[in-house]
């Protein structure tokens, strides 16, 4: 006989009875509140029936099961707060994987331009700039004049502008996954420039998952095996993006977040125009609708992480900032036929990792503590 079972919520939110415990068990659980060892318990009791040979035949077991787990998720401590993950977070999430696979997707039509139609990367990245800045234009303008009396406003907006220039040119000549990989070189840069510069402190772990991730960002590169001009692009493109992350930090406190934007923008569109002239391509529908979805692409990719940060801590979000690199294998392989070799997957795998294991590491920081 399948063990009985039992799936009820008590009005705190607190899982009644999730699996076999017997009906003893399941009163003592209904007067405790929720908290994280009792959501986990339950979660273990579920994974243990679901093994047992006599429930695979009760398929009304399942329906419980689901019910359960979906009044985990939903369920509350006792400050209020989902516990797990609740309805904001979800739409945090589901908005940042529309924001990294934006991103990836405007680099495939810079790739196209670049690789295949001749288009002069200048041009490309002096339009994704131009078109961006129109676009946040009015949402920024207040920004005011006073912001470019800073020099380092201008030092971040040629970081930035140099950083895309590099990752376009590595584009041109490397796989759209590759670069990708590469190119996350960039938080640990930043990483290290903000201990070292802006004397944030770090700890040991801390290290060592960066040490991690530059193990797996060489896996990608191999140096001394197949070392190629588009991943050392690509390389630097990471390096100049990680300098522009620590400055960024380090302007946070002057100068405000649309203020940010709107002189990323504008400045890198300044730099880069004297460039531009005589690299402007032959213009026909198909170089058009690339531009703007190169440039749309970065742009609302960014856009959309903002939004997804201002619903939930960053720190929560900042793991998916890694989809990128997935994003990036799946275009790649329907855009343009590559797939990554095994040595290109595993450092991806590593920089995921430690990456991800970094980000959660923050957020189990006392806010305090962070910097």
Do not use: H
Request: proline content about 4%; overall charge positive.
């Amino acid at each position: 006989m399948p063990p009985r079972i039992v799936g009820r919520m008590d009005d705190n939110g607190a899982l009644a009875k999730a699996t076999c415990p017997n009906e003893a068990d399941a009163a003592a659980v209904r007067k405790k509140r929720l908290d994280k060892n009792l959501v986990m318990e339950k979660l273990m009791q579920i994974v243990v029936c679901l093994t047992r040979p006599e429930v695979s035949k009760n398929w009304a077991f399942y329906g419980i099961v689901m019910a359960n787990l979906k009044r985990i998720l939903r369920a509350r401590t006792v400050d209020g707060d989902f516990y797990l993950v609740g309805a904001r977070m979800l739409k945090a999430m589901f908005i940042m994987l529309i924001a990294m696979s934006a991103i990836p997707a405007g680099d495939a039509a810079s790739k196209i331009l670049t690789s295949e139609l001749g288009v002069a990367p200048t041009y490309v990245v002096w339009t994704r700039f131009l078109i961006g800045g129109l676009v946040i234009l009015p949402f920024t303008c207040r920004a005011g004049l006073s912001v470019w009396r800073d020099w380092r406003v201008w030092f971040r907006a040629l970081l930035i502008a140099l950083g895309i220039s590099c990752i376009t040119r590595a584009l041109q000549l490397a796989p759209l996954a590759d670069v990708f990989g590469a190119f996350f070189i960039g938080p640990l840069v930043s990483f290290v420039l903000s201990v070292w510069l802006l004397k944030e402190k770090a700890r040991a772990v801390q290290v060592f998952l960066v040490l991690l991730g530059f193990v797996g960002v060489l896996m990608i590169v191999r140096p001394g095996f197949v070392v190629t001009a588009g991943l050392g692009w690509a390389l630097l493109a990471g390096t100049l993006y990680g300098a522009f992350l620590t400055a960024s930090r380090w302007l946070a406190g002057s100068v405000a977040l649309g203020g940010l934007m709107f002189t990323q923008m504008v400045g890198s569109v300044v730099l880069v125009t004297p460039f531009v002239f005589g690299q402007f391509p032959e213009f026909t529908p198909q170089i058009a609708k690339l531009t703007v979805i190169s440039a749309l692409g970065s742009m609302v990719g960014n856009v959309l992480m903002l939004f997804a940060y201002k619903m939930q801590e960053a720190s929560k979000l900042a793991p998916f900032v890694y989809f990128q690199l997935i994003s990036a294998v799946v275009l790649g392989w329907l855009i343009f036929g590559e797939w990554p070799d095994v040595f290109v997957v595993l450092g991806m795998s590593v920089v995921i990792f430690a990456g991800c294991a970094s980000a959660l590491l923050q957020s189990r920081r006392p806010v305090a503590a962070r910097t």
